[in-house]
């Protein structure tokens, strides 16, 4: 029930124009003046910002109707009552700072990636959304699995879920919560189903990701997973699909950038003995591949870890410790080719 204030403040909103002036930092929000027929150019229109009360005139192009304040937070964005890019954003903003990260958008699903791990993503969580439908919960990563693994059930049809986005923005992580959720969730015929997935992204990660510009940790490939279930809805397989691996980058690279995450990670986890095998005691200062070892103490540790984490997934999943050992051959010879000059 809306109290009185509340009352007042939206008819005050009503009665009064709010606009969303467009600008090239954004967008501000402002009230459409009233102003009579030929007092401004065609095309123009009179605006007051709502920050310093200034008057401007301005292209009418440039201005998008805002909605009331009780559409700040909306759990759809497709339920606002003036759909532009200005109010969507607004509201994602302010959903964002309520530490709401997951909005609904008609049938699709806008996820803000926190950068961090919050508490958000946990079993305890899952639990809240088992068995749940859609419209009964509250915007979340788990309530799109959560449909999908029911129409699963109810269909048995296969069902997609796309991640779409630009680097960074938490494709990888997100299909990495929605796999955590149905496994948690359905169960699996695999009891060591879990502990093989995560080593299959360990691996993934290894050697398919780098830095960039946008994103520290970026997966320079697209791939495909697929779930199996059987009857009685339980995981019995999974299986990843890679492709569009950007091979470029082990010999060039946007400038400030790195090359895959493995070779950082095998110059600075390998022990002595393969260290001397491999000739990797003394790095090239300056050379044409441009792999550098790391020279932050915390960086080269963090590495070193990453590699035993690398070693021991890949023993998860079947890899011998000689067929490790050729990996790490194969991947030293690569690394003097290229300090030798060898980058095409």
Avoid at 202 to 212: D, H, K, Q, Y
Avoid at 217 to 238: E, K, M, P, W
Avoid at 246 to 264: A, D, L
Wanted: hydrophobic share 40%; aromatic share 8%; glycine share 6%.
């Amino acid at each position: 029930v809306k109290t009185e204030e509340q009352l007042k403040a939206e008819k005050a909103w009503y009665e009064t124009e709010k606009v969303w002036l467009v600008h090239k930092d954004g967008f501000s929000l402002a009230t459409l003046l009233k102003t009579e027929a030929g007092t401004l150019p065609e095309g123009k229109v009179k605006i007051r910002l709502e920050s310093d009360g200034s008057l401007l005139e301005v292209d009418e192009d440039d201005v998008e109707k805002a909605n009331p304040p009780l559409f700040d937070r909306v759990e759809d964005l497709a339920s606002l009552q003036y759909l532009n890019e200005s109010s969507v954003m607004h509201s994602l903003r302010q959903r964002y700072g309520s530490n709401l990260l997951h909005s609904h958008a008609g049938p699709n699903m806008v996820v803000i990636n926190p950068i961090s791990a919050p508490s958000m993503y946990s079993e305890k969580v899952m639990q809240m959304f088992k068995g749940c439908r859609k419209e009964d919960t509250a915007p979340h990563i788990y309530s799109l699995a959560q449909a999908a693994y029911r129409s699963l059930l109810t269909t048995r049809q296969d069902q997609s879920i796309v991640l779409l986005g630009k680097s960074g923005s938490g494709k990888t992580t997100n299909c990495q919560h929605i796999i955590q959720y149905l496994v948690t969730i359905a169960g699996s015929t695999n009891k060591s189903f879990s502990k093989k997935w995560q080593a299959v992204y360990s691996v993934l990660e290894a050697f398919g990701n780098a830095s960039t510009a946008l994103n520290g940790n970026a997966s320079r490939f697209s791939h495909i997973v697929s779930l199996d279930f059987d009857q009685a809805g339980l995981v019995t397989s999974a299986s990843v699909q890679t492709m569009l691996l950007e091979k470029m980058r082990v010999t060039r690279r946007p400038e400030g950038e790195s090359t895959f995450n493995v070779f950082y990670y095998l110059m600075a986890g390998v022990d002595s003995a393969l260290r001397t095998e491999l000739h990797l005691n003394h790095f090239a200062d300056n050379n044409a591949f441009g792999i550098m070892p790391q020279n932050k103490a915390e960086d080269k540790q963090r590495a070193s870890q990453q590699f035993s984490k690398l070693q021991v997934a890949l023993k998860v999943l079947g890899i011998s410790a000689d067929e490790q050992r050729a990996l790490w051959l194969v991947l030293g010879a690569i690394y003097h080719l290229g300090a030798a000059g060898a980058t095409k």
